[in-house]
């Protein structure tokens, strides 16, 4: 995405610098108007929305099976978790759906209130219903941002517990290498029910010794611990683009106010 952009904005210098001076006038007031904070802001989110929902969707699947492998041997035990996942992954859909759109729309709506807007067309026309509708992107941007806070937060779990397993795993090779006695690391193990992936009844429930450090030796774990990874980090950077479309709302909405007031209308 990123050298598509950049090729574009190469394009666009080399059009404008070869272009007759009445297209040069032009193209420097349409790129003017450009509001480049919204835009920064649907390129971050459409960035984090691939990565969180990409990943997180083939992350869901893969954990179903680490514990129906690994965690639990009655169905019974981990019905409760698949359940889960398939109905966190029809969310994943609509959550792409949902930010792709609305995406569009502030990015429209910071085309509307941009300042840059009055110097291309000569005014300036701002409505209520244009200051009403600033104003509920603003209530629903801060609304979403304090949604995919607790989102954020919750992507962290399922890092931490593969970040827990991976250091118990190094820590049952170092002493497997370092003392002869099984007995001495067979005590270690990871339960998955104290996450709360499986109810406390489930058996076993948890992994020990040189089998948890085998679990962490295949490449399902490390595939799986990657792609947590890589949604908490699209989840990290949706964040940070619900944060920038709060400032360029609020400060388009402050324009507009302040456009009202001098009675431009």
């Known amino acids: 995405m990123c050298c598509v952009v950049i090729c574009a904005v190469f394009a666009a210098c080399v059009l404008i610098y070869y272009a007759p001076s009445g297209c040069y006038d032009c193209c420097v007031r349409c790129i003017g108007a450009v509001p480049y904070p919204s835009l920064v802001a649907t390129l971050l989110c459409y960035a984090g929305m691939a990565l969180f929902c990409g990943c997180g969707h083939e992350a869901l699947s893969q954990t179903e099976v680490l514990v129906e492998t ?35 729309l502030l990015l429209a709506e910071g085309f509307y209130a941009t300042s840059a807007v009055k110097q291309t067309f000569g005014e300036f026309r701002s409505t209520q219903f244009g200051r009403c509708l600033s104003l509920t992107f603003i209530i629903v941007t801060y609304f979403l941002a304090f949604i995919w806070l607790a989102v954020f937060a919750f992507t962290a779990i399922p890092v931490f517990f593969l970040f827990n397993m991976e250091q118990t795993c190094h820590d049952i090779n170092i ?29 076993p429930g948890k992994v020990c010794g040189m089998t948890l450090a085998s679990i962490c030796k295949t490449g399902e774990f490390y595939v799986t611990y990657d792609l947590y990874i890589a949604a908490f980090a699209g989840a990290g950077i949706t964040l940070l683009a619900l944060f920038l479309y709060m400032v360029a ?14 009675g431009i209308r």
């Open 249 to 262: 709302t609020t400060y388009n909405y402050a324009v507009l106010r302040f456009l009202g007031r001098k």
């Open 70 to 104: 690994y965690f639990a041997r009655n169905i019974q035990d981990y019905v409760v978790v698949a359940s889960f996942i398939k109905y966190s992954q029809y969310v994943i859909y609509g959550l792409a759906s949902f930010f792709f759109l609305y995406g569009i």
């Open 175 to 203: 002493l497997a290498e370092t003392t002869p006695s099984i007995n001495q690391h067979a005590w270690i193990c990871m339960d998955a029910r104290q996450y709360g992936l499986l109810p406390w009844n489930a058996m």
